[in-house]
Structure formats: C-alpha cells, structure tokens
C-alpha cells in the first residue's frame, strides 16, 4: 500500500521558469510533510516542510502548498536554476510515530540551461 | 555535510553472506532510523532506535536485525543475503525520539548482492 505517491517520475523545465512537483497522500493521520532533495551519490537533504495546521510554506525560491481536502501537495521552485537538477522526494510522517518518514518514489527534475 | 557518517560506502557480497552496516549520528542526536531504497523506489523505513532502545519496525525482513550502542552509534546486519537485497541503506538521526520533523541522512551504504 502506496500511502505516499509521486505520479511524475520525471520533470524537464527551462532554467528561470517554474517547477511544480506534486505529491498526493493516502493517509489521513499524516500531520506533517516534508521534501527532500537528493543528488547522486549523497542522502537526502532536506528542504522544507509543512505542518497539516498550514496550507503553505515558504523559503525563498522553494514554497510548499497543502490541500489537506484532497490530500494533495506540491512544491513550487521559483526561479529553476540548474543546480536544482536532482531527485525530489516527498514524505510524510504522523506525530505520534516520531519523525518516521513515509516517503514517495520521487520526481527526478532537470533544468535545462 | 549532514554530520551522519555511514561506512562503508559500498559492499559487494555474495549471496547467502552476512554484513554489517554502521551509521554515527550527528552529535547529540538519540535517535538513529534505518532506510532502504531499492532500484527506482522510494526510500523505505526498517527501524527506528532511540537512546540504545528499539522504538519501531517498518518493512524489516527477520534476517535483519541492528542496534544502537551506549555511544549511540548503531548497527545494521543483514544475514542469508539474497539478490533482492541488492539496494541503498541510509541511516538518519533526529535530536529526539518524537516528532522532531527533520531528520538529517547520511551518504547511504551501496550494497550489492552477487
């Protein structure tokens, strides 16, 4: 049982334009959402994150939006830059599991120059 | 730079072998979490130790088995490997043993089953 899906294996963007990454979720006990970024040959680093309280967050280029109704939520990066080239996961986790991580398959995103 | 450190890097081993995979939190931190990510998927969660205890098991087959040590370095062993074992093992650590939100991955150990 797939609780956290990301339908887009793959995302090509021109460099200056905007990225939308989405996500969607099964679970509805998940409170918390975060995404991360991984290069080749490295772990996960995070990026940002929202509380299910919120319907967006924002960090400079990147902002995250919930739609808690559809159990949906995307990560928006504003302006794409290549080195934003790099796979991005997303995941979930539920207070009352501690800081365990239901991840997506991820979105391998490339920005062409 | 996350401060998890995760040796060795890469494993090539044969089936039906054992290994042992380390993971070092970043400093202060209790709690340690073990992933796997298979070809293409996404990361799944094994188990979580906190402060030397086990507080949680994902999709751990029963010949893996880790701990987490007094100095809160932890373990991970993988016994009667198969080819399906072939994958990426990260470790990650969070301050705490709650809902801490972020955890901070190490560079993940290469293990390959021949």
């Known amino acids: 049982d797939q609780q956290v899906k990301q339908n887009s294996p793959s995302l090509s963007v021109q460099e200056g334009r905007i990225s939308i990454l989405n996500c969607d979720y099964t679970?509805?006990?998940?409170?918390?959402f975060l995404w991360y970024k991984k290069y080749p040959a490295e772990g996960p680093t995070f990026l940002i994150s929202?509380?299910?309280?919120?319907d967006k967050n924002e960090d400079g280029r990147f902002t995250v939006f919930l739609n808690k109704s559809a159990k949906h939520l995307s990560l928006h990066i504003v302006p794409s830059q290549p080195g934003d080239s790099a796979v991005y996961f997303c995941?979930?986790?539920?207070?009352?599991?501690?800081?365990?991580?239901?991840f997506g398959e991820g979105t391998q995103l490339t920005v062409n120059p | 730079d996350s401060g998890v450190t995760q040796t060795p890097k890469h494993l090539i081993t044969a089936t039906g072998q054992r290994v042992t995979l380390r993971c070092s939190p970043r400093?202060?931190?209790?709690?340690v979490y073990w992933y796997q990510q298979s070809l293409d998927q996404g990361l799944q969660f094994l188990i979580h130790?906190?402060?030397?205890?086990?507080?949680a098991k994902g999709n751990i087959l029963e010949r893996f088995s880790a701990q987490q040590f007094p100095d809160l370095h932890s373990e991970l062993n993988l016994s009667s490997l198969e080819l399906g074992d072939s994958a990426l093992y990260f470790c990650?650590?969070?301050?705490?043993?709650?809902?801490?939100?972020?955890?901070?991955f190490g560079q993940g150990t290469r293990l390959t089953v021949v």
């Open positions: 400093s202060g931190d209790l709690s």
């Open positions: 995941a979930a986790s539920e207070e009352t599991s501690g800081s365990r991580l239901t």
């Open positions: 929202i509380s299910s309280i919120k």
């Open positions: 130790y906190y402060n030397g205890e086990e507080r």
């Open positions: 679970n509805s006990m998940f409170d918390y």
């Open positions: 990650a650590s969070t301050p705490q043993g709650g809902f801490s939100a972020e955890a901070f």
